[in-house]
């Protein structure tokens, strides 16, 4: 009996998570209401609220996930060397791909910026510890520096459709942040 409730449990998460997902790909988070969503997922509001408090919750708990998912990935990597480096990155950008409309649904739709920020939080754990050498606020600066450029080509790079392959813009990525603006000679 628990098994079943726990498969319930389950749909009824994924039923109000996709529709929220539709949702956002149609309209600002800031339109959406709760009625929306259990109307998309055929799910009574106060099922709804048996799992979460409101929208903000629910899309708070769909970032959480990827979030949780993304660090399982970036903990699995160790980044001394550059070819590890781009290894790191296109498994990780592997892993958008394939997650890719929620990853393109958190990442340029109209869900605010809290997704970003908070995979910018997790790179920068990562890069500053490459980046120990540098003073504190010099690290905080590369890092914002860096992390923003490679976030707006992942964004590029899903609104293009995912063309090129992750190995690709990985390399793109890992050549941008090595060279710089020598990139471009």
Same mark, same amino acid.
């Given at each position: 009996?628990?098994?079943? #409730? &726990?498969?319930?449990?389950?749909?009824?998460?994924? $039923?109000?998570?996709?529709?929220?997902? !539709?949702?956002?790909?149609?309209? $600002?988070?800031? +339109?959406?209401?709760?009625?929306? #969503?259990?109307?998309?997922?055929?799910?009574?509001?106060? /099922?709804? =609220?048996?799992? =979460?408090?409101?929208?903000? &919750?629910?899309? =708070?708990? #769909? %970032?959480?996930?990827?979030?949780?998912?993304?660090?399982?990935?970036?903990?699995?990597? +160790?980044?001394? %060397?550059?070819?590890?480096?781009?290894?790191? /990155?296109?498994?990780?950008?592997?892993?958008?791909?394939?997650?890719?409309?929620?990853? !393109?649904?958190?990442? *340029?739709?109209?869900?605010?910026?809290?997704?970003?920020?908070?995979?910018?939080?997790?790179?920068?754990? @990562?890069?500053?510890?490459?980046?120990?050498?540098?003073?504190?606020?010099?690290?905080? =600066?590369?890092?914002? @520096?860096?992390?923003?450029? $490679?976030?707006?080509?992942?964004? %590029?790079? *899903?609104?293009?459709?995912? !063309?090129? +392959?992750?190995?690709?813009?990985?390399?793109?990525?890992?050549? @941008?942040?090595?060279?710089?603006? *020598?990139?471009?000679?």
């Amino acid at each position: 009996m628990s098994k079943n #409730i &726990d498969r319930r449990k389950k749909y009824t998460r994924m $039923a109000l998570k996709d529709s929220l997902i !539709q949702l956002l790909n149609k309209k $600002a988070f800031s +339109s959406i209401t709760v009625k929306e #969503i259990c109307a998309i997922a055929d799910i009574n509001r106060s /099922t709804f =609220y048996t799992h =979460y408090t409101d929208q903000f &919750d629910l899309l =708070y708990q #769909i %970032e959480e996930e990827i979030i949780e998912e993304m660090n399982r990935y970036l903990n699995e990597c +160790s980044f001394v %060397e550059e070819e590890e480096s781009i290894q790191m /990155t296109e498994k990780l950008l592997e892993y958008i791909q394939n997650r890719k409309e929620i990853c !393109q649904t958190l990442l *340029l739709q109209n869900t605010g910026t809290s997704f970003e920020k908070r995979v910018m939080i997790i790179a920068r754990q @990562f890069l500053l510890n490459k980046a120990i050498h540098l003073k504190s606020n010099e690290a905080n =600066y590369f890092s914002t @520096f860096i992390i923003s450029g $490679a976030i707006h080509v992942i964004k %590029e790079w *899903l609104d293009m459709d995912t !063309q090129e +392959s992750p190995k690709q813009i990985a390399e793109m990525i890992t050549q @941008f942040t090595n060279k710089g603006l *020598l990139f471009i000679k």
